[in-house]
């Protein structure tokens, strides 16, 4: 039977402490005891063999047996740039993300987008989500998650930080090519998915400006968190074939 897995960053030798919800969920809903083994990852690549030490209120206490570290990709990551969708819409789909891979996820802000109450701790909430996820599918590799911006600013920074990258958006238009087949090699690749109400013309134009390549992927109208699962599962599916 695999180890039970926490999350641990950052994953010290030959000491490290559990402290946050994982204390809670190793000593209360497993209650694992000093003498027990398990497996930390850090969600840098990084996973850790340990045996409990001490369990305190707040912290848990334990000894590094073995680590292996792996390196960070360098090439084709795949980010989902998509529209932020209201109630627990988004959450499901970094909890997806998570599960097939994908590198990097960038809540957008566009024109359409529909408005809500800011929130200072979505950012905590979506990690901790990402961080169940990785545990349950055994990912050790967290994806990065930035908080909301506009259209304009996430488009600047993903070029700024993957130079090469190749970007996608995702339109209904049948005179586009279809994102399935379309030769990806070993380019990092980033789609753009709007809001149910489509791009505004502006938007278009400022996707065609950067060098966005628009694609289809069906026929039909998809939500939000549908058309932005469905880029992850072909990208994910054709970095992997």
């Excluded at 340990?50 to 305190?56: L, N």
Aim: charged share 25%.
């Amino acid at each position: 039977m695999p180890l039970h897995r926490f999350y641990c960053n950052p994953l010290t030798e030959p000491t490290t402490e559990l402290t946050g919800p994982e204390v809670h969920h190793l000593a209360s809903v497993l209650r694992l005891r000093p003498g027990n083994k398990v497996e930390l990852f850090d969600g840098k690549g990084a996973l850790a063999t340990a045996v409990i030490s001490a369990v305190r209120k707040n912290k848990v206490t334990l000894n590094i047996e073995h680590i292996e570290r792996i390196e960070t990709p360098k090439s084709r990551r795949i980010i989902i740039a998509v529209s932020v969708a209201k109630g627990e819409r988004l959450d499901w789909l970094i909890e997806k993300c998570t599960e097939l891979g994908i590198d990097r996820i960038c809540p957008v802000i566009f024109e359409r987008t529909v408005k809500q109450a800011a929130n200072p701790k979505i950012i905590k909430r979506w990690i901790n989500l990402a961080v169940s996820a990785a545990k349950q599918s055994r990912r050790l590799f967290l994806p990065g998650i930035d908080p909301p911006a506009p259209l304009a600013d996430v488009l600047e920074v993903l070029r700024a930080e993957y130079p090469q990258c190749r970007l996608l958006a995702g339109v209904l238009s049948s005179g586009v090519s279809p994102l399935v087949g379309q030769p990806l090699g070993q380019t990092d690749v980033a789609a753009f998915i709007g809001p149910e109400g489509g791009f505004t013309e502006n938007e278009e134009n400022l996707l065609r400006n950067r060098g966005v390549q628009f694609v289809r992927l069906t026929d039909t109208i998809l939500r939000t968190e549908t058309a932005a699962m469905a880029f992850a599962v072909i990208l994910a599916a054709q970095r992997n074939a």
